[in-house]
């Protein structure tokens, strides 16, 4: 299928740094002013094609072989484009025509020319294949404007299941105690979390609970990911019993403020992903607020500052806290045992179910979702097992229904603008349970160029701006962060969401993962992670790498001309933080550097914490695209080459806590 993110990413690198970063310099400099139009020309034609594609993607399995060659397209766009940049800026730093016309400089240009008419003629018969897209999609348009539903539409109720339910008890607690005082005045409540995290149990819990049903004259429930505010407006109407008809939104809205004067209201607003068309002002500014009624609106959501910017204060957000142990058997022993009442005769069967368990890390709809599959398996511990063994793959089998876990997750992936999509997937090369410095990620997504200065914010403030998006989002779990203004130093990915980003990464070719979603390298892998468990000979002959980080410290590394990853020359990205230099029989320091300083791409280089990292090469003035450099905690490293001042892009050098350096040039 055709993967909209990657395209709209990597279309809007080159947009961005062909029109924005190089802009005439490229055009008059390098003299291509012509086949860089083009280029630009034939890939927004393009780029129209895929968004109905994307939107009609699942019917397009047949387009999966065009995907692939388009991926490998745009990659190639971008590495030229880099390239080009890279050039510009060091011709720039030299200020002379002569190294334009030099014999590397002509060779240079010879080799871009070969490659923007290769490019160019690649896109256009992309565009041929392509061609039958607009009437398939006229066609499935009218079949679905013909159908009741529009797709895949997830709905929600004030129905509770009780039997489906534990651990809400102090969540319900927190709650009324927020609602039943009479205050006087609208007050707005909002339920964040994760997705399966139950927010809808617990706002259903809430609405059916005696006390908050005498404490209201009227209670009315809107699942909002399903409507528009025109069928807001008519499910509100409808539920008040009143007149629903028409389409003029100031009269139903009129109607809705008469219905609800002079009453004690209560109303939920479930599943609220955005506010961005205006619907929710439209109808807040609607709804009575004299100073006796003491009504209530609760919204849960899974986005935290959209919540806040309904209107929500602080202090009135809860956020429910994934099970115990204890409450996850309960809950998963009700669903999974519910032909003995919740009771587990097999201690050898409970004890496979409780290591099942661990793998759900407390999240309600994960339990759930285990427990009814296991229940409508055989009750033997074999079965369990083979099921806990393989379990990421048993749930993608099993994921029928839009409600089921994968599907609902997925969800928060798909909603998600571009370049937070292309962000969030770095989460898929880390190992399960990390912890990750949050410095690491936010400098591979610069180095990348997932994320680049805009205006006045420089690209670091972007990239933490977008990790506190994910955050507030409920994907990603702050752990380690500053008290007084909240920078977050460390973050961690639940393992339900990892499993989700993990399916996305290996569907999308943007990290090479084994069945065990471990890293592993090949010919074909474009980013990797490394453990002291990594093998990198399969590297060999590889031109597409662009992230290579070490996710596990104290990893010693051998390394000599010889070995495969000496011949990688793609890389944008490299971190061996630390990991520890040691001269033997398969290390070459001299080597290693050789190898670093020929990554002519190179925008990101992470040594932090290396022991026994004394200097570095004056060599290191060859990295021309390098933005960030990071040397913190080098305790051993003395001294810095001048030649460092003639990198063109560097915009960070950290050297903090490098004890033995003593001065900078």
């Not at 129905?159 to 319900?172: K, M, N, P, R």
């Not at 928060?412 to 999509?421: G, H």
Request: glycine content about 6%; charged content about 30%.
């Amino acid at each position: 299928m055709i993967e909209s993110a990657l395209v709209d990413t990597a279309v809007e690198i080159l947009m961005k740094g062909l029109v924005e970063k190089v802009d005439a310099q490229v055009h008059y400099v390098l003299g291509f002013e012509h086949e860089f139009e083009e280029m630009k020309s034939e890939l927004v034609s393009l780029q129209s094609y895929l968004a109905d594609v994307d939107r009609h993607k699942e019917r397009y399995n047949t387009l999966e072989a065009a995907s692939s060659t388009l991926r490998e397209l745009i990659y190639k766009i971008d590495d030229l484009v880099i390239d080009c940049q890279n050039r510009v800026d060091y011709e720039k730093m030299k200020d002379s025509w002569l190294s334009s016309i030099s014999l590397r400089g002509l060779y240079f240009r010879n080799q871009v020319g070969k490659k923007l008419v290769e490019i160019n003629k690649e896109i256009a018969n992309m565009r041929q294949t392509l061609n039958i897209i607009p009437s398939v999609i006229d066609l499935y348009k009218s079949e679905e404007l013909g159908s009741s539903g529009s797709g895949k539409v997830r709905w929600t109720s004030d129905i509770i299941d009780e039997s489906q339910t534990i651990g809400l008890d102090e969540d319900t607690r927190t709650l009324k105690k927020w609602i039943l005082p009479c205050n006087g005045s609208l007050q707005l409540i909002g339920i964040v979390g994760m997705g399966g995290l139950g927010k809808t149990t617990l706002a259903q819990k809430i609405y059916n609970d005696r006390e908050v049903c005498s404490r209201f004259n009227l209670k009315i429930w809107v699942c909002k990911s399903n409507f528009g505010e025109l069928e807001i407006m008519k499910s509100i109407l409808q539920q008040l019993k009143k007149d629903d008809h028409g389409s003029d939104r100031s009269v139903l809205l009129k109607g809705i403020h008469e219905a609800l004067l002079n009453k004690k209201y209560l109303i939920v607003m479930d599943d609220v992903w955005s506010i961005e068309d205006g619907w929710w002002k439209h109808i807040f500014e609607g709804l009575p607020k004299t100073e006796n009624q003491s009504s209530c609106i609760i919204v849960t959501s899974r986005n935290e500052e959209v919540v806040k910017r309904m209107g929500v204060e602080e202090e009135q957000i809860h956020r429910p806290k994934l099970l115990s142990d204890e409450e996850g058997w309960l809950l998963f022993s009700k669903v999974a045992f519910a032909s003995s009442k919740g009771k587990c005769k097999d201690p050898e069967l409970k004890r496979v179910g409780k290591g099942i368990l661990k793998k759900c890390g407390g999240l309600p709809l994960a339990i759930k979702t285990i427990g009814g599959l296991l229940s409508s398996k055989s009750q033997l511990r074999s079965v369990w097992q083979d099921i806990g063994e393989d379990l990421p793959q048993v749930l993608v089998d099993e994921s029928k229904s839009y409600d089921s876990l994968l599907a609902t997750l997925q969800r928060s992936y798909d909603e998600l603008p571009v370049k937070l999509k292309q962000c969030i997937l770095c989460f898929a090369i880390y190992p399960e349970d990390s912890e990750i410095e949050v410095d690491q990620l936010a400098n591979w997504w610069i180095g990348e160029g997932f994320i680049y200065k805009k205006g006045r914010k420089i690209a670091r403030k972007m990239a933490l701006e977008c990790l506190s998006e994910l955050i507030s989002r409920c994907l990603v779990e702050a752990v380690r962060k500053r008290n007084y203004d909240g920078r977050v130093y460390s973050c961690k990915m639940h393992d339900m969401i990892r499993e989700m980003i993990i399916r996305v990464a290996k569907r999308e070719s943007f990290s090479s993962l084994d069945d065990q979603n471990a890293n592993k390298a090949s010919i074909h892998s474009r980013r990797l992670g490394v453990t002291n468990e990594t093998l990198l000979q399969p590297l060999h002959g590889n031109s597409k790498l662009r992230a290579l980080l070490v996710t596990k410290a104290n990893w010693i590394i051998g390394f000599t001309r010889q070995v495969a990853l000496a011949q990688v020359k793609s890389l944008r990205v490299l971190d061996l933080s630390h990991i520890k230099f040691e001269e033997s029989s398969q290390f070459c320091e001299e080597d290693i550097w050789r190898w670093i300083t020929s990554l002519r791409r190179l925008a990101y280089l992470g040594l932090r914490d290396v022991e026994n990292l004394t200097k570095l090469p004056r060599s290191i003035k060859k990295l021309w695209g390098l933005q960030v450099l990071v040397l913190g905690e080098c305790k051993d490293l003395k001294q810095l080459p001048r030649t460092i001042t003639a990198l063109p892009k560097l915009i960070v050098l950290d050297v903090g806590n490098c004890t033995s350096l003593s001065y900078l040039p």
